[in-house]
């Protein structure tokens, strides 16, 4: 299988419930609950590796069509912030955002690669850093997930 399922409907769902309670408590949202939204996400191999500035992460498949909707995510979501979330037996464990790091997506023969640096060298301390835990979360069974403003561009098997 070369393929993940991910809900992408929570933050959405948990953002309007506040916006809704303004009218002196009283609720003014529609009586039909939201469906889930599901995407298939492509299952890559992700290596995560310190360079000069920050990190580099590394996803690779040998499957086309993972490699071409990877890509395709890739160039739809340029220049948004990346996050890792560490996942174990479908449970978040870890969520490592680049909120301080400019993260480039390069297009590579066989998937992509996504380099997330910073010239603060606090900034680059805290990336780092986040390689680190990832990596060693990634080694003890966890499954990685490489998100863009939110949405999910691969999944490690």
């Excluded at 609950?33 to 599901?38: D, E, V």
């Excluded at 909120?99 to 590579?108: D, P, V, Y």
């Excluded at 990336?127 to 080694?139: E, H, P, R, S, Y």
């Amino acid at each position: 299988m070369n393929a993940m399922m991910m809900e992408r409907s929570g933050m959405a769902m948990n953002m309007g419930m506040g916006m809704n309670m303004n009218m002196g408590g009283m609720a003014s949202g529609s009586t039909t609950p939201m469906a889930p939204q599901m995407m298939m996400v492509p299952r890559c191999t992700i290596t995560m590796e310190k360079c000069e500035g920050g990190m580099r992460m590394v996803c690779k498949s040998d499957d086309k069509m993972s490699i071409g909707m990877m890509q395709n995510l890739c160039a739809m979501t340029a220049g948004g912030m990346c996050g890792c979330c560490m996942m174990m037996n479908g449970m978040m464990m870890c969520c490592c955002n680049m909120a301080m790091a400019m993260c480039k997506c390069e297009m590579t023969e066989d998937g992509v690669v996504m380099t997330c640096t910073s010239g603060d060298a606090e900034c680059c301390k805290m990336i780092q850093a986040c390689c680190d835990c990832m990596t060693a979360m990634m080694k003890s069974g966890c499954v990685c997930c490489v998100c863009m403003n939110g949405m999910p561009i691969c999944c490690s098997c």
